[in-house]
């Protein structure tokens, strides 16, 4: 999935441990976004950013912050981190003719213990 | 809120069978609706984008419709291969938002067996 970045691909955690997910683009696209999937379910959205220094909550904001630093880097921070909070994360930012076809990354594995 | 639904959440069809899956969404009034793969621990692979204003797209074996007023999509896959076999996502992203923010069904998980 070239073209978006994310680390780490895996990490486990304990509850009430910190951590941060980063996301970074080479694709030059103002907007970035972060959603989580449970097993066995589709994608939720986070946070998303629709341009450098921007971001607003989606569907499941609780228990995360993030950051847009610059055009191409979108962070996702965990405070605390809850077994709740186990889940795949991916950070997607849109393509092609009509800039809105969602393009993923490889995903962040996250496991609270 | 815009609430998507994929019917059947699994699905089990012979090598070289046509099949179709469905998404069903309940606002109509959206800005795109995307189908997408994904294999089993891997990430999304987007198959089909549909704009609001079109009715359907093909991709080689791939077709996938829109029909707004009823608020149904449907891939139709033709000619089934084991290869085919993984877990198919439709996305509709919402009008007059940023169209990022799609909103996913849980998925319909396709096996073809040889």
């Known amino acids: 999935n070239a073209g978006v970045t994310q680390t780490p691909k895996f990490q486990v955690l304990k509850t009430g441990q910190s951590m941060t997910l980063q996301c970074a683009q080479d694709?030059?696209?103002?907007?970035m976004y972060w959603y989580r999937q449970d097993p066995g379910m589709g994608l939720r959205l986070i946070y998303y950013?629709?341009?450098?220094?921007?971001?607003d909550k989606g569907e499941v904001p609780n228990g995360y912050n993030v950051s847009r630093l610059n055009k191409r880097e979108f962070s996702l921070r965990l405070e605390s981190a809850a077994p709740s909070q186990t889940s795949v994360y991916f950070c997607?930012?849109?393509?092609?003719?009509?800039?809105?076809?969602?393009?993923f990354g490889e995903g962040s594995r996250l496991t609270v213990l | 809120k815009q609430e998507v639904t994929q019917i059947p959440a699994a699905l089990s069809v012979p090598e070289g069978e046509n099949l179709v899956l469905n998404c069903s969404f309940t606002?109509?009034?959206?800005?795109?609706l995307q189908w997408f793969r994904q294999d089993p621990g891997k990430g999304l692979t987007s198959l089909l984008l549909?704009?609001?204003?079109?009715r359907e797209q093909t991709s080689g074996r791939l077709n996938a419709s829109l029909d707004k007023s009823s608020g149904r999509s449907t891939l139709y896959i033709a000619a089934s291969q084991p290869g085919d076999s993984a877990t198919y996502l439709c996305?509709?992203?919402?009008?007059?938002?940023?169209?990022?923010?799609?909103?996913f069904g849980d998925g319909t998980t396709l096996t073809v067996k040889p």
């Open positions: 950013s629709a341009s450098e220094g921007t971001t």
């Open positions: 997607a930012i849109p393509k092609g003719q009509f800039g809105w076809e969602l393009f």
């Open positions: 606002d109509s009034a959206i800005y795109n």
């Open positions: 996305a509709v992203g919402g009008v007059n938002t940023n169209a990022g923010k799609s909103t």
């Open positions: 694709m030059n696209h103002n907007s």
């Open positions: 549909i704009q609001s204003s079109q």
